[in-house]
């Protein structure tokens, strides 16, 4: 196992935007870390700077305490999982797996066992004899992972690994990939722009817009705690509207009061580390009120403190909740509500109440 640490590393091509900005990230010892964002967000980038395939403009990249930034891609010790796959279409299993190893020139009898070691690590025990050409889509997935496996590498790189599947097959592959990963003890740095992908298997996730880094942490932290309006709205759904501070309430632990554009006063908690440490009396700023964090009544139209109130616009059943459409002021604001009988429809007036807890102020 590796930690690897990427110091302040940009990648600029010429008479363009910065691709990468002055990132810098730190992935533990058998970590499992996704790099996500939407496409051109610089991720892919710098997965191929890790990798060695692209020199960083500036900064560095360590491997342990050793300082790959130079060193070319077959010295880093790393193990690639490409988006196409990458196989060999004219060898079977057994061979493509066992490219990496003729190229170390490992001896046969410990070749051998390491081929079937992988192979079971992917569930292909019984396809080592195969052409590529007759295995479906993911079971050429978990070839690739097994190729990249068996060299048991300092570190895993994925890129993008699983977007050539359907959303069923897609599913049951990272659950795969999550716990071969687990069980080899592997660093691992996975690129993807899927939520879901990221969310589900990742310890933790680092979100990307642009080139620059928002933020890293956790799947639960960056979904219930987003640093900014960008990691708000890309990661799940969420409702982020404008609001200005009046008061901080509490030294450290305690609330940050603000104000709505229609005066609606909320109160949200007041975390080091965060925006809302920073903030003061005054400032302009931004709140995130996830849908499912919104309580929803029929309302004749009174507003009460604490209270948001606005018509419904669309409300669509999707089984165990339904979503609603509703506008607040000329803003769409979404609320998931469980289904019941008295559910809203179209047009009816209603009051929304975030729940306390889940106001988090972003920036903006």
Sequence with gaps: MTRVFLNRISKQ?????????????TIDDGEFFTLLGPSGCGKSTTLRMVAGFIQPSSGSIHFGDKDVTNAAPNKRDTGMVFQNYALFPHMSVRGN????????????QDKNRRIDEALAQVGLEEFGDRRIDMLSGGQQQRVALARALVIRP?????????SNLDAKLREETRTEIRSTQKAAGTTCLYVTHDQAEAMAMSDRVAVL???????????REVYNHPATSFVARFIGRSNVVACTVLGVDGAGGG???????????LKTPRV???????????????????????GL???PGQETAGQLAGRVLTAEFTGAVNIYEIDWHGERIVVSAPDSVDRAEPGDLVSMG?????????EP
């Design 272 to 294: 080091e580390g965060s925006i809302s440490a920073r903030v003061s009396a005054g400032d302009q700023a931004a709140v995130s009120l996830r849908p499912e964090s919104i």
């Design 255 to 265: 609330s940050v009061s603000i104000r709505l554009a229609d005066g609606t006063v």
């Design 154 to 162: 300092a570190a895993l790189l994925l890129d993008e690994p699983l």
């Design 13 to 25: 091509y010429p008479g363009a935007k910065p691709a990468v900005s002055n990132l810098t990230v």
């Design 209 to 219: 817009n642009a080139g620059e880094l928002h933020q890293v942490g956790s799947p």
């Design 297 to 299: 009544s029929v309302s």
């Design 354 to 362: 975030p729940h306390q807890d889940r106001v988090w102020l972003v």
């Design 97 to 108: 797996v066992a490219y990496g190893l003729n190229a170390r020139n490992v001896p046969r």
